[in-house]
């Protein structure tokens, strides 16, 4: 089993940054994905970032409307901790933020998730 824990939610201004956190114990091994998905009140949950480790190498991926404004990183040392750097934030960010974790044992993958933090953004 694989926890995840989140820290960094909160409320900010328009404009304004914040900053997620997410870490993650357990059998950490063979987790070779992690990522941040959201959810607001009436829809359905949705990718925000993620990224996916290739050997050394970290590929991220991000929803469109993020682009440019989020930057999603993956502790190099200890891999099981991922950041979500918020800039530029705007209302219509406002939603819980969930942290994903994909672990891969004999090639099926596991999907774990955070209990997510919510973050609010005032216009």
């Known amino acids: 089993q694989v926890q995840l824990e989140e820290f960094g939610g909160g409320l900010v201004q328009a404009g304004g940054s914040l900053r997620l956190s997410c870490a993650a114990s357990?059998?950490?091994?063979?987790?070779?994905?992690m990522g941040w998905y959201r959810q607001a009140p009436g829809k359905e949950r949705e990718l925000v970032a993620d990224v996916i480790s290739v050997g050394s190498t970290n590929l991220a991926d991000y929803a469109d409307s993020v682009k440019g404004r989020f930057t999603i990183s993956r502790d190099n040392d200890a891999k099981n901790t991922v950041y979500l750097q918020m800039n530029s934030l705007k209302p219509e960010d406002t939603a819980v933020y969930y942290c994903?974790?994909?672990?891969?044992?004999?090639?099926?993958?596991?999907?774990?998730w955070g209990q997510g933090t919510q973050v609010t953004v005032s216009s």
């Open positions: 357990g059998s950490i091994e063979g987790i070779n994905a």
């Open positions: 994903n974790a994909v672990r891969r044992v004999h090639g099926t993958g596991y999907d774990y």
